[in-house]
């Protein structure tokens, strides 16, 4: 910490400014209009084209995207190992934009784990505190600890190689999580490990980060594995953060139709505003249906998309009564999936809509092949997007 | 399943097929050991013959076993001083090249610089380059630049050709190098210099040590170039070539003997220590 203050002249400044002990406390990371450009045979490539967005001091924060989305990039410049084209870092309201890895106060978990393989477990998880000069039974109380909180008290003596996967990656953690630091950036840390393990480490990500009580930072390209650890996601695409909320707001209320068609299985239907009554929108679809969006923000006239979730959305054969939407469409398909049936309606307009019906005892829901069917959902689900 | 049971399923599923696999894992062992002995028979006939009870000038036919030649190994003055001007090249050389091909190897292996093809061309250039054109060259060299040949120019000569194989070992070295290992290191509060000694430096060391070895083997044998380069200076290679005229003594034989020897202990030492590291 002294060596980040000596090293940089903001952090005086950022001191003498810090705020008063009742105004909201400093964000533990701060992305302020950071882009990062790289120049590709003569071209200039944005990777990330213009991100803000503060991440709160203990939150489990996931940066979530397909591959090539900027996500690693975004993390890389929070470590330090890209300097941002243009914008600003703040590590706990410090600029460290200019500050190299060694010198910052976070610590990383790597996609590969990048142990050192000619050190074994110990001399790996103590490294950082050797290079930190702290005294050396300190370090031998703390790497003992640590070996315990991730359990591998009694394999301090193994090499890297000699262990599986989940160990190397509870290493991976371990060699971290030692020094302390002030937030622990996590890139797609469980891609390696098969289905089990990666559930079973979630888990234990999610246990240890409430133990330890410390900032994560979590990159991965999986909604679901980002929907069940995190306290808000930034969902990103294309250099840009598309949505930044919590799980149950990306899913319930996706921002674009990235974020929907991303997050889960998501419907986009389509239509233009033919009257707002009673708090809704209704959308002319096709000749008999219609499509009620909750609000007031659309008027009459206007082109609106939405979507709708699979298991919102309810299957009937008779035209379904009072303030709900409904469209009519022919079954295409119908999937037994155990907990639920997954169908395949298309619509007179020949879109697609699929459906989830669970599965209970007493359903007699169950529509066939080819039959024409009504499907029905609340004004409340039909959630419209940014186009 | 009964042990008759399995005898017979075994006997169905490998029966016809074992005679002709036989007869092949046979050739293919006979094969071996003649490579082998193709091999290693010369340098059995050197070391055997470091023994031979001797009379004669010439060392050729087995008279006898004697350990007389052991014990008067300082017999031949200019023998003594060639081998130790030999050893004194081949580990200087060995530094020089080892220090230059590792820089050499980890900036062609990690970065991407103008010139970098050329360099890579001059790499294997000098590796296929004919010894006799390289030595040639080289004294021409020397000769138009008035440098007077001697040890220096013998130790510059065998750096110049050894180079490209330390800094191939060790490029293909660095090249398979996880470059998060380094980060993380950097992650973990080392500088690049603590980085490069704690972390990067112990990753490539096989392939140092490999390439050093290779340096230290192609020099202490090179005949050559030192030839062309060496002016008065004896090395071992040199002497032995002058006394096939008078016949070689058996002191060359044990000499010849403990190089192999040490080369091959410092081998082994290697491959059980590069197994332990990695």
Redesign the interface.
Known sequence: MTEIQAGTEGAAGAAATAPAPDSPPVPAIELAGVVKEYLAHGEVVQAVKGITMTISEGEFFSLLGPSGCGKTTTMRMI???EDPSRGTVRLHGQDVTDV????RDV??V???Y?????MNVWENVA??LR??KVAAAEIKRRVGEMLEIVDLTGREKRRP?EMSGGQQQRVALA??LV?NPRALLLDEPLGALDLKLRQAMQIELKRIQREVGITFVYVTHDQSEALTMSDRIAVMNDGLVEQLAAPREIYERPATAFVAGFIGTSNLLGGTVDRVASGCAVLRAGDEGRILVAGDAHRAGDDVTVTVRPEKITISAEEPGGEVSAVRGTVSEVVYLGLYNSYAVRLADGAEITVFQQNALDSTSTAERGEAVWLSWQPRHSYAIGS | MSVRESAVAERAAGGPARPRTRLGDRLLKAYVWLVIAWLFLPIAVMVVFGFNDTRSKSNVTWQGFTLRWWTRLGDYPELTEAVFNSLRIALLATVITTVLGTLMGLALGRHRFRGQGATNLVLFAAIASPELVMGASLLSLFISTGVDTGFVTVVVAHVLFSLSFVAITVRARVIGLDRSVEEAARDLGASTWTTFWRVTFPMILPGVVSGALLAFALSIDDFVITQFTSGTVQTFPLWIWGATRNGIPPQVNIMGTLIFAVGVAIAVANSVTARRRT
Request: aromatic share 16%.
């Open positions: 470590a330090g190992f190299p890895p060694n010198k610590n990383m790597f996609q590969s990048a142990l050192f393989p000619h490294f950082g290079r930190k190689r060699r971290a020094n």
